[in-house]
């Protein structure tokens, strides 16, 4: 007795009955995607290697995370806003002011510098508020308004010491960051833990996947049900919470608190992300990708000053960097439209 098959139409979609998905083929995957990132890394480090002898040493990588640990931190936060397809020009600004508030309580009202802390964080935290409220709520374009926020916090960090300097923090903070585990800074532990948490929160949680979706096309996002507004406030809340810890990271290395502190830092973190592979239209990028562009500019900067290189041509590298990013990811655009 014989039994025959079903037969498939023509227009019958074919399936694979062995699904190749598994662990290597998603590494390869996220390999191919940082595929230029990696790879511009790679050159660099091994350029910078030849060119000076004293780049390869532990001491120095280690510098190199030390470094860019603040810029890092702001520059996660950064990313989950350009995600969204915004914009957060007062990162920078929110670092000094929150710097400047918490040091003025501890100095001026005497309060303990972990009550300090805390309140400099919610400070942050609240200036993110006002501009996820502007832009999502208030439909103010992220650029005007996350510029009023900018100067506004600029403004408020002179205004509350009237342009001092404040020293004299407590020790034991002071030595959180002059510490190694290892060969690697607290500050830099820090740095990938933060980075861990947000990446495993974008790739694992709804709210973060939803991040992708509302940056990919808004109206669509908001059409299936996801709340839009709220999601992207909350983006701009965490990225003015992490500008204050970026805050705590720079009083501890230098000791001090200084109102312009973060002047020129706006540039390197929106450079990070950019060079990470994140798009500025929204919906594409990873805190992976980010991570390496962090290691990128810090890696340009130490090298190009272990060569002695004048620091006011290090900003034109850095700008042409941005641009060459730039380029590469309208070029992607068009690529993914096609």
């Not at 699904?19 to 191919?32: A, D, M, Y």
């Not at 096309?217 to 992490?242: C, D, F, H, M």
Request: aromatic share 6%.
């Amino acid at each position: 007795m014989t039994t025959t098959q079903p037969q498939k139409s023509p227009d019958s979609p074919v399936t694979d009955p062995l699904p190749s998905v598994g662990v290597g083929s998603k590494l390869l995957t996220r390999l191919r995607n940082l595929g230029g990132p990696v790879v511009g890394l790679v050159v660099m480090v091994v350029a910078m290697s030849f060119l000076s002898p004293f780049f390869l040493t532990s001491r120095n990588l280690s510098n190199i995370i030390a470094q860019v640990s603040d810029i890092g931190i702001m520059a996660a936060g950064a990313t989950l806003v350009i995600l969204i397809g915004g914009i957060d020009l007062s990162v920078a600004a929110n670092l000094a002011l929150t710097m400047m508030f918490s040091a003025w309580l501890f100095q001026v009202i005497e309060v303990p510098w972990p009550v300090a802390m805390i309140l400099g964080l919610l400070l942050g935290m609240a200036v993110g508020l006002l501009n996820g409220a502007l832009t999502s709520y208030g439909k103010v374009q992220a650029f005007a308004a996350t510029l009023a926020t900018m100067s506004a916090c600029a403004g408020m960090a002179l205004f509350i010491t009237k342009g001092n300097t404040i020293n004299g923090f407590p020790s034991w903070f002071s030595n959180l960051t002059s510490n190694v585990l290892g060969s690697v800074p607290v500050q830099g532990i820090l740095l990938v833990v933060i980075y861990l948490l947000i990446g495993m929160w974008l790739r694992y949680r709804p709210g973060g996947r939803a991040l992708y979706a509302i940056g990919g096309n808004e109206q669509a996002a908001r059409l299936s049900g996801l709340p839009v507004r709220w999601a992207k406030t909350r983006v701009y809340i965490i990225a003015g919470g992490l500008a204050a810890v970026a805050g705590w990271v720079n009083i501890s290395l230098l000791d001090s608190a200084q109102p312009t502190a973060g002047a020129g830092y706006l540039l390197n973190v929106i450079a990070v992300v950019v060079i990470g592979g994140a798009s500025l239209s929204g919906g594409v990028g990873s805190m992976g990708g980010t991570f390496i562009g962090l290691l990128i500019i810090g890696v340009l900067n130490n090298g190009l000053s272990l060569l002695h290189v004048n620091p006011n041509l290090q900003q034109v590298v850095i700008g042409a960097v941005i641009l060459a990013a730039v380029l590469t990811d309208r070029a992607g655009n068009r690529l993914r439209a096609a």
